[in-house]
């Protein structure tokens, strides 16, 4: 069974693109535009990974908690230091990333 991703990324670009990367690593990715929408995909397939973007922090913070806890979370957020939202218990990319950041938190 290959390993599957939800990414949560409301830019359509980034959003594009954190698929196409991840889609090099063989992983089987599912992407929407928001956290209402990622709910609805949660309810239907347990993911290994779910890529957040923290782009709505009250919404995002409702969805993390309702990811199983078996998968694995990584957040992304702005790059400016007054709006980063991390967190101690889930990996955090800072935009903009690299796509070997992104790589790098998914095991060969």
């Known amino acids: 069974m290959v390993p599957s991703v939800l990414v949560v990324e409301p830019y359509a670009d980034l959003r594009s693109g954190i698929v196409s990367t991840l889609k090099r ?13 990622a709910r609805l995909k949660l309810l239907d397939h347990d993911y290994a990974w779910v890529v957040v973007d923290v782009d709505s922090p009250d919404a995002t913070t409702e969805l993390v908690s309702s990811i199983n806890t ?25 935009k903009p990333f690299g796509r070997d950041e992104l790589l790098a938190q998914f095991p060969k």
């Open 25 to 37: 690593l063989s992983l089987d990715c599912d992407a929407v535009a928001t956290p209402e929408a």
């Open 70 to 94: 078996r998968s694995h979370v990584i957040l992304i957020t702005d790059p400016d230091p007054r709006e980063r939202r991390e967190s101690p218990r889930h990996p955090t990319l800072r």
